[in-house]
């Protein structure tokens, strides 16, 4: 390969072009080409002829192949639709012939070149006119005049040609008009093929390649999306040849009608309708400075000159005034001149003065700011210490923490919710609330804390854990607005052990209820026996009927203080009962009487 020297050595005019003027000279010279001498009509309607009426009537899809990467003409956007300058004029041709338009999509402009060589597409979307495609496609009007640019990095002289880049490194499309151009007219320049444009404005931006070749509007829409802000343009590529600098739909060479019918269809678009179209896809970009930088430094460098010669001439008036001056006029200017001197050194040093005074007070001003700087640092420390130590009291209580938004999505949590549920940190990031609190999407809970609820909700619940195990929990919520944005504060209480005991102790009070009743009956049961046996004892007339009658009192009396044991009982369940409301139901008495 050919070893290049630097650009800077080129040797050519100083000004450069305005980028803004090129785009707008470009544009209004999309007004000036036509397809024929006549203007194009403002009538929607094509006149056709009854040989391309049938033509129509047998082909209704065409299958059009973009390039696509050369926005704003064509491109392929992430979501596979085809947009850009031709997208939108064969949109207004297929509405207009009641065509549809298939669209085939190809990894780079080669591979379209292949398809319409092989005749398995019909119409490439934006082409430049040039002999040297001849052998396989044919050209509908051009619809947009685009001469190719040399786009340079902004260091690099202006108003150049492909004759400067003789022994150049530069950056040409694979397959672009521009890559035939330098291979069959310009040998002497060494290509450097790139697959898209973006890469080979990149080559230039990082000084891999010398220059781009390539449109104007093609090159702005990249330089504007990739941020290249130290390209400009350095020159217009002129060819004798001026159909090189014409883009068209470019049709396979065996389908003419295809031509003509595309060609009576453009004319039929008013240019208002162009106008549209194309103010929507071009955008100004690449401006270089409007004064060239060595032009700027030349025009200093003039003005510079001309102060030097200006300064001299008065000097030399002033010291010929002064020669022929009176001596003593010179001596009373000499003194006034110190006197002047003096003022002004007395007036500096008072502005000195103040200046330092200012400097003083500035300063001063500053140390208070500084202290408070630090004052605020400070005190960010001592709450940041806090609000950690509220963060480790937060993990090391017992109570599950949660908190979530209105939706229901975990933001954060407690560390003992990952203890407790056997989740991990990323599984409940990624986890909404619902999943472990089903009551949590109820009616009741959510729609009460949506507005900031001054109070707690409470209910109880089970949370489901990983395992698949259920949990009951007592859930506290609260809601409060955090950054414009409601936050909800779950806590929830494993009440496992408490659920326990209230069984333990449902199942006491139970058992207590039926010892009572047993008391009862079996109070009923001796009483009614022992006053048989108190009858027969008195009828008894003997000493053995004394004796039966001392132990039935003994025994009377034990009745009389199992059945005091059993009022003190009674009172006893009727005051839990009053103070434990979740105690299972009283069982029914039967009445007795004492005797």
Not at 380 to 397: A, G, M
Not at 433 to 444: G, N, P, R
């Amino acid at each position: 390969m050919r070893r290049t020297t630097p650009m800077n050595s080129y040797t050519s005019p100083l000004r450069s072009f305005s980028l803004r003027f090129l785009v707008l000279v470009a544009f209004f010279g999309i007004m000036t080409i036509s397809g024929g001498a006549d203007a194009p009509s403002s009538d929607p309607l094509v006149p056709l002829t009854p040989h391309e009426q049938e033509w129509l009537s047998t082909h209704q899809v065409l299958r059009v192949c973009p390039d696509p990467s050369y926005p704003p003409f064509e491109l392929i956007t992430p979501d596979g639709s085809y947009e850009g300058i031709s997208a939108d004029l064969l949109r207004v041709i297929a509405n207009r012939l009641g065509l549809t338009l298939e669209i085939i999509s190809c990894k780079n402009w080669s591979q379209c070149i292949e398809k319409i060589q092989n005749r398995e597409v019909d119409i490439l979307g934006a082409v430049y006119i040039s002999d040297l495609r001849n052998a396989y496609l044919l050209y509908s009007t051009p619809y947009y005049s685009a001469p190719l640019y040399i786009i340079t990095k902004n260091t690099v002289p202006s108003d150049l040609t492909l004759s400067d880049l003789d022994g150049r490194a530069v950056a040409v499309v694979n397959g672009y008009t521009a890559h035939l151009l330098l291979k069959e007219k310009y040998p002497t320049v060494n290509p450097i093929v790139v697959s898209d444009i973006p890469e080979g404005l990149e080559k230039v931006a990082f000084g891999s390649a010398d220059a781009y070749l390539g449109d104007l509007a093609t090159a702005s829409y990249y330089t504007e999306k990739l941020g290249l802000v130290n390209l400009k343009v350095s020159g217009e590529v002129k060819t004798p040849d001026q159909t090189l600098q014409h883009l068209a739909f470019g049709i396979r060479s065996d389908q003419p009608t295809l031509v003509s019918i595309l060609n009576k269809t453009l004319q039929s678009i008013s240019e208002k309708e162009k106008k549209v179209i194309f103010s929507r896809w071009i955008p100004p970009s690449l401006t270089p400075p409007l004064v060239s930088t060595h032009l700027l430094l030349a025009t200093a460098g003039i003005v510079a000159f001309c102060l030097i010669i200006i300064g001299t001439f008065f000097i030399w008036n002033r010291s010929l005034r002064t020669a022929v001056a009176e001596k003593t006029n010179q001596l009373v200017e000499e003194l006034e001149e110190k006197k002047r001197i003096l003022v002004e050194l007395e007036q500096k040093n008072t502005e000195l003065s103040g200046a330092y005074e200012q400097l003083a007070a500035t300063e001063e001003e500053l140390k208070q700011q500084y202290y408070q700087l630090a004052d605020k640092q400070e005190e960010l420390r001592s709450r940041e210490e806090r609000l950690r130590q509220v963060r480790f009291s937060i993990d090391q209580s017992h109570d599950l923490i949660f908190w979530i938004s209105l939706d229901g999505t975990i933001r954060d949590f407690s560390n003992r919710v990952l203890s407790t549920l056997g989740f991990t940190k990323e599984e409940l990031i990624s986890m909404n609330m619902s999943a472990i609190d089903q009551e949590l999407s109820s009616e009741y809970a959510m729609l009460k804390c949506e507005t900031s609820c001054p109070v707690p909700v409470r209910y109880e619940t089970e949370f489901l854990t990983k395992s698949g195990e259920k949990l009951p929990m007592e859930v506290s919520l609260i809601s409060y607005e955090y950054a414009d944005e409601t936050i909800i504060l779950l806590s929830a209480r494993d009440i496992r052990e408490r659920k326990m005991m209230e069984e333990l102790k449902r199942g006491a009070f139970t058992q207590i209820d039926k010892n009572i009743e047993q008391f009862a009956i079996l109070n009923d049961q001796i009483r009614n026996p022992l006053t048989l046996l108190m009858i027969y004892a008195e009828e008894m007339d003997s000493p053995d009927g004394e004796k039966i009658l001392e132990q039935i009192n003994r025994i009377d009396q034990l009745v009389d203080r199992l059945d005091r044991g059993l009022l003190e009982s009674e009172k006893v369940r009727r005051f839990l009962r009053k103070y434990y409301h979740d105690l299972p139901a009283e069982i029914p008495r039967n009445n007795h009487n004492d005797r």
